[in-house]
């Protein structure tokens, strides 16, 4: 079932690159710019998460926390965020499960038959984790609209 504007955001404990379990409710207080990306490594997903990473001065000032999903193990995340100095977690969902309570499964990826990521997708929370902005994208070379996502944030 699909995760909507005015809904209570899933709640998640999934293992970061240090294999340590991340809850979504550590970050309760702050608001939080969920970003599940297709794979660790991807152009497509460096970009973006680069992009979050160099504002997230500003995104901790208007009271906000970047968490980053994949469904890569925590080896491929941790490499991942050390080579590109990510500064808010990265974390892996193996088993795809918190992918699927946000609706967010897209399947043979690259038409690669059971090859399964998160499409990518951007959900912002408030304080109370009750989602208040969504974007989800069919296309996994498509970026969020960055500027949109501080609107929301102010």
């Not at 599940?36 to 901790?60: G, H, M, Q, T, Y």
């Not at 992918?99 to 690669?112: C, N, Q, R, S, T």
Request: charged share 30%; proline share 4%.
């Amino acid at each position: 079932m699909a995760v909507n504007v005015g809904d209570q955001a899933p709640k998640f404990e999934l293992v970061d690159g240090d294999l340590k379990f991340r809850s979504l409710d550590e970050f309760k207080g702050k608001k939080v710019v969920l970003s599940f990306f297709v794979a660790a490594s991807s152009p497509v997903c460096e970009v973006e998460l680069c992009k979050f990473r160099d504002s997230l001065n500003d995104i901790s000032e208007l009271g906000a926390q970047v968490i980053a999903i994949s469904n890569d193990g925590p080896f491929a995340n941790k490499a991942f965020a050390e080579k590109n100095n990510y500064n808010f977690p990265v974390l892996g969902d193996y088993t795809s499960q918190t992918i699927k309570d946000y609706d967010i499964l897209l399947k043979d990826l690259l038409h690669v038959k059971d090859y399964n990521a998160a499409k990518r997708s951007v959900f912002i929370l408030d304080e109370e984790h009750k989602v208040i902005w969504k974007w989800v994208s069919e296309d996994p070379l498509k970026e969020p609209d960055y500027n949109e996502i501080m609107n929301v944030l102010k």
